[in-house]
């Protein structure tokens, strides 16, 4: 019972970072793209990179701490359901070269964040 209480309290507190976050992306870049989600997306790859190399390489976090950090903290900052939804309503509007600038970003951007969160965890590690 406590670990689904650390992973809710943790999802809560990935949520509000998201919002805070997207919020002032969107509110500064003042453009039709969605680079609050992109912005989002990538930070939240890039964590889950040098989390996922600390926990692997160095044990320093235990299932239960794996579960609150990705499925509570980082997995309430990103979602992939904002992605799908900005992209569809770019395509519907006609915006096909912004639909795929934001495909292209989320996706190959997200996944070279995870190599660099990836490296980072393992030169900044103990």
């Known amino acids: 019972m406590l670990k689904l209480l650390a992973v809710a309290a943790a999802g809560a507190a990935g949520t509000l970072a998201r919002y805070w976050l997207s919020g002032s992306v969107h509110r500064y870049s003042k453009a039709s793209f969605p680079s609050g989600t992109l912005v989002v997306n990538l930070v939240g790859c890039l964590v889950i990179g040098v ?16 579960a609150v950090l990705f499925v509570g903290l980082v997995g309430g900052f990103t979602t992939f359901s ?11 509007g006609g915006s096909v070269v912004l639909a795929g600038v934001n495909i292209l970003g989320n996706v190959a951007g997200g996944l070279a964040a995870v190599w660099l969160g990836w490296s980072a965890g393992r030169v900044l590690g103990p």
């Open 82 to 92: 904002a992605f799908g939804l900005e992209t569809l309503e770019l395509l519907r």
């Open 51 to 66: 989390i996922s190399y600390v926990s692997t390489q160095y044990a320093l976090i235990g299932p239960d701490g794996r």
